[in-house]
């Protein structure tokens, strides 16, 4: 069974950092390319970011770039999401997902097969 846990997300001030993680079990880590999203209230889901099977190519949403960062522990089935610099603008619930073995790195939702529950990012102004 596979299973994409998230951690990390909470409160925070505009200005501030977070760092997210999602632990992944019952899969081929190094199988799966994995992205980050988010979905504000009244809003569809987002692409964030992602990163690829072995963390050597990254992908960003323009509304992040320079300010979070992707990352991946492969030895501990572990995908990282910094966040630095947070707007007000930032606050969702953010979601790790897995795309096995894609050529490349993708954005659409569509494309990936699992997903974990997700955390919520608040940040205040």
């Known amino acids: 069974q596979v299973q994409l846990v998230e951690s990390g997300g909470g409160l925070v001030q505009a200005g501030g950092s977070l760092s997210l993680s999602c632990a992944a079990s019952g899969l081929t880590f190094t199988n799966y390319a994995m992205g980050w999203f988010r979905q504000a209230p009244g809003k569809e889901r987002e692409f964030v970011a992602a990163?690829?099977?072995?963390?050597?190519?990254?992908r960003y949403a323009d509304s992040v770039k320079g300010r979070f960062t992707a990352s991946r522990d492969n030895a501990k089935n572990t995908v990282y999401l910094q966040m630095n610099s947070l707007k007000p603008e930032d606050t969702a619930v953010y979601y790790c997902?897995?795309?096995?073995?894609?050529?490349?790195?993708?954005?659409?939702?569509?494309?990936?097969?699992?997903w974990g529950q997700g955390t919520q990012v608040t940040v205040s102004s």
């Open positions: 990163i690829s099977r072995r963390g050597d190519s990254t």
């Open positions: 997902a897995a795309d096995y073995l894609p050529g490349l790195i993708r954005t659409g939702g569509s494309s990936y097969e699992y």
